[in-house]
């Protein structure tokens, strides 16, 4: 038998080891994969050997079943409501980028919960792939794309009071800078011209990287007023994100430039060529969902709580505690805050929904359209002074009578 046949009938052992475990089931597919691959690593093991990490893996996943009835939601709240006590209030630098400040901590975490429809800070990291990721100058070409291009960013703006004159002196560097595929300045201020006739609805007159335009009809306020409006208009970029700061980084697979933004416009940064759609994210759990999907928000929701809690040095809490919140937020195919606008809210109970926020409103409500109360869960239940139908509360036990020389009565 060839060392291939033997490393063959090992795999095929293996296999059948699984099929006859707990694990068959479920994590089938992953676990024989996993095994393989370490295998491989170490060089082939014997069927004993996987046979034992089998046994190993199965007795963990059965040990860490949550039991029947077990209060899941209950525990998920105090695992991540106790140590949010915990946390400060500040802003910190996102990940070591001093130009970009996020929100983080407790302000992050409500922000994630309430399924606010905009972060206070939207940022996005962006990968880059190819020769954008490993190339500066191609890395600030996406760039360019990305970060909002305004007028003063590209020369002087002056006013002429006594012609009615707004007059631009384009700076020829920042020009090609910007628009790298061009090599020529005054090409580049014909496109800023076209695009300030578009935006404000003037006429312009341009000489070579000068240009001037006017109010229609002689106005001093109106010429104040291009003069601001002008000062809106994007001329290259995306409008939603202000500044994007370049850094190489040290990844899995080398060292690569990644760009963060202060602003975030995520669908529109998924179609800029350079960009790795793989791989970038945003803060916005909102914006994942409307382009990704209800799947990718929920990942965002576990990804972006959990990083919140380990800035804070909260590690400890347990991730599936997280993977519940998420669950409860998107299980119905869009996100929802967990708030009296949500899912607090929407509870059929009438006292799981007076006990969460606005009281007197949810009880008149009730009493005005008839409402009764069937005390399935927990609040309720402690309101109305029952047992709570969780673990051994959700045990009817009745005692039955033996007679004397028969077997149990019946019940």
Same mark, same amino acid.
């Given at each position: 038998?060839?060392?291939?046949?033997?490393?063959?009938?090992?795999?095929?052992?293996?296999?059948?080891?699984?099929?006859?475990?707990?694990?068959?089931?479920?994590?089938?597919?992953?676990?024989?994969?996993?095994?393989?691959?370490?295998?491989?690593?170490?060089?082939?093991?014997?069927?004993?050997?996987?046979?034992?990490?089998?046994?190993?893996?199965?007795?963990?996943?059965?040990?860490?079943?949550?039991?029947?009835?077990?209060?899941?939601?209950?525990?998920?709240?105090?695992?991540?409501?106790?140590?949010?006590?915990?946390?400060?209030?500040?802003?910190?630098?996102?990940?070591?980028?001093?130009?970009?400040?996020?929100?983080?901590?407790?302000?992050?975490?409500?922000?994630?919960?309430?399924?606010?429809?905009?972060?206070?800070?939207?940022?996005?990291?962006?990968?880059?792939?190819?020769?954008?990721?490993?190339?500066?100058?191609?890395?600030?070409?996406?760039?360019?794309?990305?970060?909002?291009?305004?007028?003063?960013?590209?020369?002087?703006?002056?006013?002429?009071?006594?012609?009615?004159?707004?007059?631009?002196?384009?700076?020829?560097?920042?020009?090609?800078?910007?628009?790298?595929?061009?090599?020529?300045?005054?090409?580049?201020?014909?496109?800023?011209?076209?695009?300030?006739?578009?935006?404000?609805?003037?006429?312009?007159?341009?000489?070579?990287?000068?240009?001037?335009?006017?109010?229609?009809?002689?106005?001093?306020?109106?010429?104040?007023?291009?003069?601001?409006?002008?000062?809106?208009?994007?001329?290259?970029?995306?409008?939603? =994100?202000?500044?994007? *700061? %370049?850094?190489?980084?040290?990844?899995?697979? +080398?060292?690569?430039? &990644?760009?963060?933004?202060? /602003? @975030?416009?995520?669908?529109?940064?998924?179609?800029?060529?350079?960009?790795?759609?793989?791989?970038?994210?945003?803060?916005?759990?909102?914006?994942?969902?409307?382009?990704?999907?209800?799947?990718?928000?929920?990942?965002?929701?576990?990804?972006?709580?959990?990083?919140?809690?380990?800035?804070?040095?909260?590690?400890?809490?347990?991730?599936?505690?997280?993977?519940?919140?998420?669950?409860?937020?998107?299980?119905?195919?869009?996100?929802?805050?967990?708030?009296?606008?949500?899912?607090?809210?929407?509870?059929?109970?009438?006292?799981?929904?007076?006990?969460?926020?606005?009281?007197?409103?949810?009880?008149?409500?009730?009493?005005?359209?008839?409402?009764?109360?069937?005390?399935?869960? =927990?609040?309720?239940? *402690? %309101?109305?002074?029952?047992?709570?139908?969780? +673990?051994?509360?959700? &045990?009817?036990?009745?005692? /039955? @009578?033996?007679?004397?020389?028969?077997?149990?009565?019946?019940?």
């Amino acid at each position: 038998m060839t060392e291939t046949d033997a490393y063959d009938h090992v795999t095929d052992d293996i296999a059948a080891l699984i099929e006859d475990t707990e694990l068959s089931r479920r994590l089938k597919e992953r676990v024989y994969e996993t095994i393989e691959e370490k295998a491989d690593e170490h060089g082939g093991i014997t069927t004993e050997q996987a046979a034992d990490i089998i046994t190993g893996v199965e007795n963990r996943y059965l040990e860490t079943r949550i039991e029947p009835l077990d209060p899941v939601g209950t525990v998920s709240a105090q695992s991540i409501g106790e140590p949010g006590t915990q946390m400060t209030m500040n802003t910190f630098h996102y990940a070591g980028v001093a130009e970009i400040d996020v929100t983080q901590g407790l302000p992050r975490l409500i922000e994630l919960v309430d399924a606010r429809k905009t972060p206070d800070t939207p940022m996005m990291t962006v990968h880059l792939e190819g020769e954008y990721a490993t190339d500066r100058e191609k890395a600030h070409e996406v760039v360019w794309s990305i970060e909002s291009t305004r007028i003063l960013a590209l020369g002087d703006v002056s006013t002429n009071v006594a012609d009615m004159l707004v007059r631009i002196d384009l700076n020829d560097e920042t020009l090609l800078e910007r628009w790298p595929t061009h090599s020529d300045p005054t090409e580049v201020a014909g496109i800023i011209s076209e695009t300030i006739e578009d935006a404000l609805g003037v006429d312009t007159r341009q000489a070579g990287t000068v240009i001037e335009f006017g109010p229609n009809q002689p106005s001093y306020r109106e010429l104040l007023q291009l003069v601001e409006q002008l000062r809106d208009v994007v001329f290259k970029g995306i409008e939603e =994100v202000e500044r994007v *700061v %370049i850094r190489k980084e040290q990844l899995e697979d +080398g060292e690569e430039f &990644v760009l963060y933004t202060e /602003g @975030s416009a995520f669908g529109d940064v998924l179609s800029i060529e350079g960009v790795d759609d793989t791989r970038t994210t945003c803060n916005n759990i909102h914006e994942i969902y409307r382009n990704l999907g209800v799947e990718a928000a929920r990942e965002a929701i576990i990804d972006e709580t959990m990083n919140t809690l380990e800035e804070q040095g909260l590690d400890d809490v347990n991730i599936r505690h997280l993977m519940l919140v998420a669950d409860i937020m998107t299980n119905n195919g869009e996100i929802e805050s967990i708030g009296r606008h949500g899912i607090s809210g929407s509870k059929d109970s009438v006292l799981a929904r007076a006990a969460f926020e606005v009281t007197v409103n949810h009880l008149l409500d009730a009493a005005v359209h008839g409402e009764y109360d069937e005390l399935d869960g =927990v609040i309720e239940n *402690v %309101i109305a002074g029952k047992p709570v139908s969780i +673990g051994t509360g959700d &045990v009817d036990l009745r005692m /039955g @009578s033996r007679a004397s020389g028969s077997g149990p009565a019946d019940d």
